[in-house]
């Protein structure tokens, strides 16, 4: 066990000095150091892309493991090398695992670092899902550290209906630090109000008050993957995109700019039926 620990740490470093610098520029990812100093430490984090474990390890040094979903280590020969060089801990998606708890819990005691993803799944609307009613009685129940830690940018750069990569902005930063004493006079409930207020982000609520351009290839190719029912004639599997523009047979059409809104396609065109995916999701 401890050989297969030091190779982890081997392996999280290596790649933190190799792959850091590409993954920013790539990205346009803008880390803020953090040091942790002495854990162990349980990490929560919004979701937002597949990389996002990599952009964690680029502001904090410390090694850690990652709470992965079960389809991680359903990919043959992939899988094995995720697993003898990472060993990520299995959480079924969408579900309240009780042997993921005990194996994070047991990750900690062993003084490691153990970081999950609260949302448990990334957005399709560029606003933070909820998080699982158990998180705050697993931060509890480590005796660790409960860090927590925001990204923004991702959904804009990455969404996830997309399959291509926008260039623009990106950033994370480490938002608080609750000490063990801290945690131990909150209830379950409580720290979970702490965990979702310190990773709370809204893509869009942000491009309105601090505007980045996310500029790339076929903006709206793939937006009905997230919006699929058409609010003018009412249908389901009738929304098609195509380069940056998102239309309905029924004549609705708008057209997805680089700042993630919705506007019209043409000057005589009527406005759009909502300004963001955000909006037509909710909807």
Known sequence: MEQA???HKRVFRFLRVTLGGIIRRIYRFHPEPANLGKGPFLITANHNGELDPAFLALSIREH??????EHVFRKGFLSWLLKYFFAPISRVKGTTDATSALNVIRSIKKNNNVCLFAEGNRSYNGVTGPIFPATGK???ATGASLVTYRLEGGYLTTPRWSRTIRKGHMRGYVVNVYTP?????MTP???????RADIMEDAFERQLTNPYRYKGKDLAKGLENALYFCPKCGKTGTLHSHKDVFACGCGIRVRFTETGFFVKVEPDDPEPPFSTVRDWDFW
Not at 64 to 69: D, E, L, R
Not at 181 to 185: A, G, H, V
């Open 5 to 7: 620990i030091a190779r």
């Open 64 to 69: 850690m493991y990652f709470v992965s979903s």
């Open 138 to 140: 697993l931060a509890k």
């Open 181 to 185: 004493e801290q945690l131990k006079q």
């Open 189 to 195: 409930e409580e720290v979970n109000d702490h965990i």
